[in-house]
């Protein structure tokens, strides 16, 4: 099924430790996303790709990279993790800035820095 | 940066109630999205509405993007238990991205 896969679904980390987070789209969208979740905060946005080369920093990007490696896949890299990223991390795509369908959203990972 | 209020930040209703929920924001928007996001997964988008006081329905779903760009509403008619979830209100600034309101939760009772 077309749409926005990510990997892994569920993660745990230790302090200090690093990771990163998979996307990828099938749908030839132009833009990217990442976002996290946590209760009573709605959706934040960390970072994204307007199109294929260039990244650009949201609301809460600190501690966060992200490469587009290519049209298809837009990753995000946890250099040194803390408790406070611990949350519910959200890829999405669109065709592209311009939303006349929106975005779609990936299940979303999972992740506990212990 | 801009925010979005989203109340009530929860909802617990009887099936077959309507249901009504609401989004403000400071600042004006291009572009009002409705989410819904089942658990465990990711939000889904409902209904987008691109001009000032356009009304929209999805089904038992109707939306209304504010005349003033700076708000806009959701409502839910004859609630079933299926309508369970997290219900995101999202605007579009200027530059093009999406903020997303807190959410509103949503419980029904069989």
């Not at chain 1, 040194?80 to 519910?88: D, K, Y």
């Not at chain 2, 209904?47 to 329905?57: D, M, N, Q, R, V």
Request: hydrophobic fraction near 30%.
């Amino acid at each position: 099924n077309a749409g926005v896969t990510q990997t892994p679904k569920f993660q745990v980390l230790k302090t200090g430790q690093s990771m990163t987070l998979q996307c990828a789209q099938d749908m030839n969208h132009n833009s990217m996303y990442w976002y996290r979740q946590d209760p009573g905060m709605g959706l934040r946005l960390i970072y994204y790709s307007a199109s294929e080369g260039t990244t650009d920093k949201g609301e809460v990007p600190n501690g966060y990279n992200v490469s587009r490696l290519n049209k298809r896949e837009f990753s995000l890299r946890l250099e040194s993790a803390a408790p406070s990223q611990t949350s519910v991390y959200f890829c999405a795509s669109s065709e592209a800035l311009s939303l006349r369908y929106g975005y779609t959203f990936g299940s979303g990972t999972r992740l506990t820095v212990v | 940066g801009q925010q979005l209020n989203q109340s009530p930040q929860s909802m617990f209703i009887q099936e077959g109630e309507d249901v009504s929920m609401n989004c403000t924001s400071s600042s004006i928007f291009n572009t009002w999205l409705w989410y819904k996001q089942d658990p465990g997964e990711g939000p889904v988008l409902l209904i987008a509405l691109y001009k000032a006081g356009e009304l929209t329905s999805n089904g038992r779903l109707t939306a209304q993007f504010g005349i003033t760009r700076k708000d806009s509403f959701l409502n839910i008619s004859a609630s079933i238990p299926s309508d369970v979830g997290i219900y995101f209100c999202a605007g579009q600034e200027g530059t093009g991205k999406l903020i997303f309101g807190q959410g509103t939760t949503l419980q029904v009772k069989p």
